[in-house]
Each structure stands twice: as C-alpha cells, then as structure tokens.
C-alpha cells in the first residue's frame, strides 16, 4: 500500500523567511501529486497539483513545488511567507491506474509570526 | 464554484446511537468521498462512490457504512457510535472526467463528539 510521509508536524517561522515542507511517498508506480491547505476554520482547498510535465508547479498564493521522482519527493516552497499564510498543509498522492481516492499525509501546522 | 455541504457543522451523540453525517454536492460529480480528520494522522480515507449506489471501502472501514441514493448526495452512517469515532468527518467530491489528475473538493467537515 502506498504512504505518505511528511516530517514536519509544527514549523514556525518570522514573516519573510522561506518556507519548504517535504512530502515522500511510497508507490513505486506513476502517481499524481497534490497540495492541499486548510486555513483556520475553512474548508481544504487546493494548492497546486503536478500530474504530468514540468517537474516544478506553481500554484496559488505564490506557493510551488518540485516533483523529483528520483527521490519520491515533492516538497512544497514560498521564497517568502506572509502572516496569512498560518495554516494546515497536507500532501497527498493519487495512484495513476486503481483506487480514485487520494492518499493523505499527517499534515504539517505552519505558524507565521509577524 | 463547487459546493460541497455538510449537514452539520458540529454533533454531539452517545455511545451506541446511529449517526448519520449528509454530504450534498452541486456539481453533478461522479466521486464522492468521506474521510476522517485526526491530529496528527492526517485524513484517512473512511468510503468512497464513483457512481450512485456503487461504493468502495477506505483505508478504516470499520464501524461505517455508507449510502448514495442520488447522484449528489452521500451519506455515512455510524451504526453504533463509539468514543473511538470522535473526530472531523470531511466529505469530498470530484468530477470523475479528469481522471487520475481529478481535483477533489472539500466539504467544511462535521466535528463529531461521542459520548
């Protein structure tokens, strides 16, 4: 079965510093590969989402990420956060062929000081 | 915009009632999902449905059923609630047309506290 590891449970960081939060998985077969968020009381919602291509993907809110299959990784980067950006950040891997559902890490809390 | 609801924000049940948690969706999506939301396990997929009545056990089945009736809404059911089944409910949909690269979206969760 497929898993995913994110290591960083709580990272607290000063406005402006840069942010990078891994994400491993397991499944040796091709995958697509998600970043989702969840602000204080509000629905998860899409960050950004690398399927095919490129192996850098940018999406919202300045955020990006590098899929480096060589490594099982697909970490997740802003060169500089904003206090606004606190929030709960989940990786997650779809197996290309089979199950339709995702496969979520533990999630990774960032507090942003200002 | 997609809308994912969920009957209930906050519910509170005792040991052994039969719980129902309602996810309704608005964009006659082919998926729908439910997970269980735990600090520091992340969401763990409980059910999901790729067509109306058809459905496909999770991760953590156990003590769940689930029904889909109608295209846009998807129920779990708790037969005989447990303390061990206190947690966030999230429920989620996706088109299906996309695929393995499909975007799922997000219901605002039902925080379930048994008793």
């Known amino acids: 079965a497929q898993s995913v590891s994110q290591h960083n449970h709580h990272v607290i960081l000063s406005e402006a510093a840069s942010l990078e939060l891994g994400c491993n998985y397991s499944?040796?077969?091709?995958?697509?590969l998600f970043w989702y968020v969840q602000y204080p009381g509000q629905h998860l919602q899409l960050l950004l989402k690398?399927?095919?291509?490129?192996?850098l993907v940018k999406g919202i809110k300045g955020f990006e990420a590098e899929f480096i299959k060589s490594k099982f990784s697909f970490n997740l980067r802003k060169p500089s956060v904003q206090w606004s950006d606190t929030a709960e950040y989940f990786c997650?891997?779809?197996?290309?062929?089979?199950?339709?559902?995702?496969?979520f890490g533990s999630g990774t809390r960032l507090q942003v000081q200002p | 915009d997609v809308k994912v609801t969920q009957s209930s924000r906050y519910l509170v049940k005792r040991t052994g009632e039969k719980v129902f948690l309602e996810c309704v969706q608005d964009?006659?999506?082919?998926?729908m999902f439910w997970y269980r939301q735990d600090p520091g396990l992340g969401l763990r997929l409980i059910y999901f449905?790729?067509?109306?009545?058809?459905?496909e056990k999770g991760d953590i089945p156990e003590g769940y059923s689930v029904s889909r009736e109608k295209k846009e809404r998807f129920s779990l059911i708790l037969e005989s609630a447990s303390t061990n089944q206190t947690s966030m409910y999230l429920c989620?949909?996706?088109?299906?047309?996309?695929?393995?690269?499909?975007?799922?979206?997000f219901g605002p969760g039902t925080r379930l506290t048994v008793l």
């Open positions: 989620a949909s996706s088109s299906g047309a996309q695929g393995p690269t499909d975007t799922q979206y």
């Open positions: 499944y040796g077969g091709t995958v697509n």
């Open positions: 690398y399927f095919s291509g490129d192996p």
């Open positions: 997650a891997v779809k197996r290309y062929t089979g199950r339709r559902a995702l496969t």
């Open positions: 964009m006659d999506h082919e998926n």
């Open positions: 449905s790729y067509d109306v009545k058809m459905k």
